[in-house]
Each structure stands twice: as C-alpha cells, then as structure tokens.
C-alpha cells in the first residue's frame, strides 16, 4: 500500500536538473561575472582619475606655499610617481623631509603612467625615481632622476607651465594643466 499521491511519488522519483533550470542559472553567473568584471575596470580607471586629482592637488599646495614661505619648490616627474623638492639658498634641490606627509614621494599604480608636456615641449620621463634613487650601484640611474624633468614653483606665485596626464593601459587620460600665473586645472579624462 503507497501512502504518497501518484504525482508526489513521480517527483520523489526525478533525478537532475532540467535544461531550462541549468540555462537560468548560466545566466545568472554571467549577470555576475559581467558586473564584477566592469567593476575591476572602473575601479582602475577611477584610481587613476584620483592619482591625477590629487597631483593637481598637491601641486596648487605647492604653489601656495611657495608664495606663504618665500621660497620656491620644485616637482620631479618619471613615468611612475614624482617627488617633491625644496629649492635651498644655494640653489640646489633638497627632497622635502618625510615629515611633511603631504609632498612625499609618491607612485601610480602599476597600470598607470605619466606623459608631461612641460613649457610647451614633450618631456621625456625617467622610468622611476624611486628606483633610481635607491639604486646606489647604478650612477647612470641616479642621474638620470637628478635630471627628470621638473615644474618650478617661485616664490612670486609663478610657475613652469605644464600638462600632465596619467594615462592608462587603454589609452585614457586623465589631464592636469598648470600655466605660468599659477592657476592649475583638472581636465578630467580624454580617451586617446
């Protein structure tokens, strides 16, 4: 005697998924695959586009506080980061102590990369200065850094005049402009 209705005893008795179930559910990891993957995208692009907006950043501080200090300061450019400088009385370029966190060396992220056009000439840019600079053994790469190209802040609120993009591995950039008053802008981004 079979207690169970006839189409509760047929359920009992299937086995596996159909193809409907199985095709709804190859979907749904596609949905998330999809959202997951353009998330890692935008997340490298926007770190790039905070890497821009905080190089403008500290080069309008830089400027301002050349003017307030009376005295003039200097920023390294390479193709990965960019170092910020005291100019001494000497006329020779100090690196500005760690104390001061705000003009510490600073790094891309590994995707990205400066381009500078610096007084109206395409600058070519050093590798690294961070590299460089530590690399004792190696003269050639610790001149080359010494002799990266550099935007000057006087104390007259005057400056070099530049443009600086961070680019990314897919040809977007993200565009800072500084002209010689002293006025720096974020252009935000322009796909090459």
């Keep these: 005697m079979n207690i169970w209705p006839r189409h509760a005893q047929r359920e009992l008795n299937q086995q596996g998924f159909t193809l409907l ?3 709804v559910v190859i979907v749904i ?3 998330l695959f999809s959202m997951a993957n353009l998330n890692v995208f935008q997340s490298s692009d926007r770190q790039l586009e905070e890497a821009a907006r905080r190089f403008a950043g500290l080069v309008q501080l830089a400027n301002e506080e050349a003017i307030i200090n009376d005295t003039s300061y200097a920023v390294a450019l390479s193709k990965d980061g960019y170092q910020f400088y005291l100019l001494d009385a000497a006329g020779k370029l100090q690196p500005i102590p760690e104390v001061d966190r705000a003009f510490r060396a600073r790094s891309l992220p590994s995707y990205g990369r400066f381009v500078a056009t610096i007084e109206g000439e395409e600058a070519t840019l050093p590798a690294s200065l961070v590299a460089a600079k530590e690399s004792e053994d190696d003269e050639s790469a610790a ?3 010494d002799n990266a190209p550099k935007i000057y802040f006087l ?6 005049p530049f443009e600086v993009s961070v680019e990314s591995e897919d040809r977007h950039l993200f565009t800072v402009k500084g002209d010689f008053s002293g006025k720096v802008k974020y252009l935000g981004r322009t796909d090459k």
């Design 21 to 23: 179930e199985v095709m």
């Design 29 to 31: 990891i596609g949905i």
């Design 143 to 145: 001149e080359e850094a």
């Design 155 to 160: 104390s007259s609120g005057e400056m070099t």
